[in-house]
C-alpha cells in the first residue's frame, strides 16, 4: 500500500509539471509571437529602408515631388494590399490626380476617391478648390463598369513640403476594414521622410541661389544669363545700368542687341560662344561714353547627367573706362615729357649749329649770349631730369630724407632772398613774416625743404601780375586752433577760401606759407594740383604759363616724408594760399 | 627789299636761335621780327604785314590755330604763308593746319637751322 503521503506528493509533483508545461508553452507561444512580430517589424523596417533606398536612386537630386510619388507609388504594392493608390498635387494651375489601380473596381470607385481626396485637400487647405481643373491619369487594372464596390478602406496623407501643403496620397480598398495604424504609420513615415529629403534639398538650393543672386547681384561687372535660345534668364542692376535699361523685370536680348548695334553683334558673338563652345574676349567696345571689355562664354552644367552641356550663355560686361583713362594720363605724360625734354635739346643742338659759324665764334659777346642760353637750356633739362627721378623714387616708394637740426628762420631768409632780384624785376612786393614761438631749430632736411620753398615761391612769382604780392610766413599752429585766427593773429595774409585741410586736428605743427595775389586757381583744379598725372591731363597750369607742373607733386611727397601735411586755399582774381605743416 | 619774317613762339631761346640764324644765313635778305604768344603776334603781324610767318603750334593765350583761322579770316592775312613749327608727338594738328592753308611746316626739336633756312628760301622764293 502506498502511503497516502506519497501519493500527496506524486500529485503535488504532478501538478508542478502540469503547470511548468502550461508555463513552458504559454511563453514559447509569447516568444515566438514575439519573434513573428519582430519580423513582421524587420521587414517594414527592411520595406522603409529599401523604398527610401529606391527613392533616393531613382530620383537622384531631384526635386521633383511627382517622380518621387510615382517611386512610392509603384512599390507599395511589396507591403500593402490595395485596390488603388492614388495622389493628388496641387500645381499653380491645375491639380495633378493619378491613380494607379491593382483590380479592377468600377468609374464610379475612381469618381469616389477623387471627390474624398479633393474634400480632404480643401479641407486641409482651408479653401475649395473642387472649381480647379483636374489632370487625370489612371493606370493599372482595367475599370469595370459592372462592378459596383465602393470604397470601404481608405486613409489619407498629406503631403509637405517646406511646411507647405502640396498633395495628398490615399490608399482605398474595396474590402472593408484593412488598413492597420502601423502601416498607415510606416506608409506616413516614408512620405514624410521623402517631404523632408525634398525640402532639405530645396533649402539647399534656395541658400546656393541665394548666394550665387546675391554675388551677381553685387558685381560691379554686367551680367546677362541666357538659355540656349537666347532668352535672358536673369540680368544683374549693373548690366541694366550698361544699357540704361530702367524699367523693372528683366530686359530682353533684344534689348541688348540693339542698345549695342553698330558697336558690337551681341547676337553672333552669342551664337559663336554658345555653338562653338568658345570663351570670347573682346577689349574696348567703347559704348555709352564708356569702355568696355566684353565676355561672352557659354555656360556648362557641371553636376549630374548632364555634365558639360551647354545650358546657354553668359555676356559679362567689365567697365574699363577707369584704366583706359589712367592710360591716358599715361600717355599724356609721356608726351609731355618727352616735349619738355626735346625742345631744350633741340635748341641745344641749334646753339651749337650756330656756334660753329665762324661770325658767332669771332663775335665775343654773341658766343657769351650763346653760352648762356646753353647754360640755361641745360639746366631746364636737368631740372626736368631731376624732378622726373624724384618722382619715380616717390613711386616706389624709395624717396628718403636726411633730418638734421636746422635753424628753420635762416632757411627761409635764405629762400627768400634767393627771389629777391627776380621778384624786384617782376614789380613784385616780396615779404617774409616770422610769429612768435617758432622754435630757432626744428629737425628737417634742410636740401628738401629749401626744395619745396624754392617750388613754392616761383610758383607765386610766376602766377602773379606787376604790383603784385607774395607773402612767405613761418608761425606756429596749436592742435584745434582756427589756423585763419592763427594766422590774422601775426598778420600773415590766407586765402581761405576752398581750403584743402583745416589742420584742426594737426598736432601742434610749425606752418610755413605762400601766400600770392595771383590769379587763383578753381576748386576743381586745386584738387588736381598735389597729383602727378592729373597736372597734365588739364589746363591747371594755365596757358600762360610753362613748367611740367610736377614740382608740387614732389613738394608733396616730400612734405609727407617729414609727416606733414601740404595744401593750398584759393579763389580765382584773388590768389592763392600755399601752405605746409610741419608736426614738432 | 628785305623779305619780312614774323617768328610766333613762346620758346625764347628758340626764337632767339631761328632770329639770329635767319639773319646770318639769310646775309641780310631778311627782316626777323618776333612775338611770344598769339595775341601778341597777331597785333605784330597786323602792324607789320609779314612775307612770311613762323608759327608755334603749342602757345599760350592763343594757340597756333586760333591764330591762323584769325589770320585766314582777315583780308590782309589771307594769303600769307604760314611755316607752323610743331614737336614730332603733335603732327596730329598738322591736317587742321592744312585745311587752314599752311606752306609747310618744320619739326622744332629734329629739324637743322640749315633745312630751315633752306625751307624758308623756298618759301620766299
Known sequence: MVPLELLYIIIIFSLLYIAVVIFSYLGLRKLRKNILEQGREAK?????????????DRTGYSLNIQKILDVIVGSLGQFLDYSAVSYMLLSPSKVVFKVDLDESVSAKFVGDIRSRMLSSLSALLGRDIAETEIEETITGAIMVESSSDPVQSYFNIPLVIGGELVGVLTVSN?????????????????????????????DVIKTEQGKIAAMIESMLEGVVMTDKDYIVIAANPAAKTVIGHKEAGVPTIFNFIDAFSGTLDIRSKLEEAIKLDKILTINEVFFGNKYYQVVVSPVKANIGLTKGEILGGVIIFHDITHEKEAEKMRNDFTSMMVHELRSPLGNIKKIGEMMRTPKVLEDKQASSEYVTMLYESSSSMLDLVNDLLDIAKLEAGKFSIEKGAVKIREIIADRVKFFETVAKDAGINLTFIVGDGVPDTVSLDPKRIS?????LISNALNYTEKGGRVTISSFMHKKEKNIFDEASAVGVPWVTENMSSMLENTTDSLIISVTDTGEGISKENTEKLFNKFTQFSSSIRGAKHSGTGLGLVIARGIVEAHSGIIGVGSKEGKGSTFYFALPL | MAKKILIIDDDKIFVKILRDGLMAGGGGKYEVITAFDGEEGFVTAANERPDLIMLDMMMPKVTGIEFLKKLRSVEWGKDTPVIIETQLSDLGKMSEGVE?????????????????????????K
Open chain 2, 100 to 124: 587752314l592753308g599752311v606752306t609747310g611746316y618744320i619739326i622744332k626739336s629734329d629739324y637743322s637751322l640749315d633745312t630751315i633756312l633752306k625751307q624758308v628760301e623756298d618759301v620766299l
Open chain 1, 451 to 455: 626744395q619745396v620753398l624754392n617750388n
Open chain 1, 44 to 56: 517594414r523596417r527592411m520595406y522603409e529602408i529599401a523604398i527610401l533606398k529606391e527613392i533616393g
Open chain 1, 174 to 202: 474595396t474590402k472593408p476594414g484593412l488598413y492597420k495604424e502601423s502601416e498607415m504609420e510606416i506608409l506616413y513615415k516614408i512620405v514624410n521622410q521623402a517631404s523632408q529629403a525634398v525640402t532639405r534639398l530645396e
